[in-house]
């Protein structure tokens, strides 16, 4: 799991302010790079996805940001809200083996 | 209805007892995994599973033995079981083996006294 470096491991952020969640990845055949949300209770769930050769997706208030270079992808969550209130994984996909490599996670919270 | 369901939610055993886990998933995705979540709610994968056909067997002590009778079904059971074993076990399946999107359960908390 030292493969992937997760920052930061906690973040406590305003409404309505920009939440930013880094992932730092050593292994050059991840090849796809996906973050995961898990709420208390709940199991993680696909939050937003992108592949190696764009460097940013946007879905709604949620951005992936990806390097290649230096071999990081970041999650910008815009307008943050109470209920973002979670823990986000970074995972991305060791092809070869055809599994995810999970994050350590960060535990965002969203003041009202 | 619950996509991937786990049974029981809760689970809280004696040392050196014996426990199963069941998983079914009802998305029609060929494979499924077992991942454990620790107390700092680390993930790591334990086993996965494509047409009932184990594919990833990790280093996890062989006190732990999936099964899966068929393709919508996933069971972990556990022998003698360790204060270290207490953690949250989740169930997962996917369409393909070779895909970035998995469908977790709602997870079994096992607590080991």
């Known amino acids: 799991q030292q493969q992937v470096k997760q920052s930061p491991q906690s973040l406590i952020v305003q409404k309505g302010g920009i939440s930013i969640i880094n992932c730092a990845y050593e292994n050059t055949a991840f090849d796809y790079f996906p973050w995961y949300q898990q709420f208390p209770g709940k199991g993680p769930a696909l939050l937003i996805a992108i592949r190696p050769d764009v460097s940013e997706k946007k879905e709604g208030r949620f951005t992936i940001s990806f390097n290649k270079s230096a071999k990081q992808f970041s999650l910008h969550i815009m307008d943050s809200q109470p209920g973002d209130s979670a823990t986000y994984f970074c995972a991305p996909r060791l092809g070869s083996a055809r599994q995810l490599t999970f994050g350590s996670g960060t535990q965002l919270t969203v003041l009202p | 209805d619950t996509a991937v369901s786990q049974t029981p939610k809760y689970l809280v055993t004696q040392m050196g007892n014996d426990k199963s886990i069941k998983c079914e998933q009802n998305l029609g995705h060929d494979t499924m995994y077992w991942y454990k979540q620790d107390s700092k709610k680390f993930l790591k994968i334990m086993f996965s599973y494509n047409n009932k056909e184990l594919i990833i067997n990790e280093t996890v002590p062989n006190r732990f033995s999936p099964k899966s009778p068929d393709k919508a079904h996933l069971n972990l059971h556990i022998n003698s079981l360790e204060l270290g074993d207490s953690a949250v076990y989740f169930c997962?399946?996917?369409?393909?083996?070779?895909?970035?999107?998995?469908?977790f359960g709602e997870g079994s908390r096992l607590t080991v006294l």
């Open positions: 997962a399946s996917s369409q393909g083996r070779n895909t970035g999107e998995l469908f």
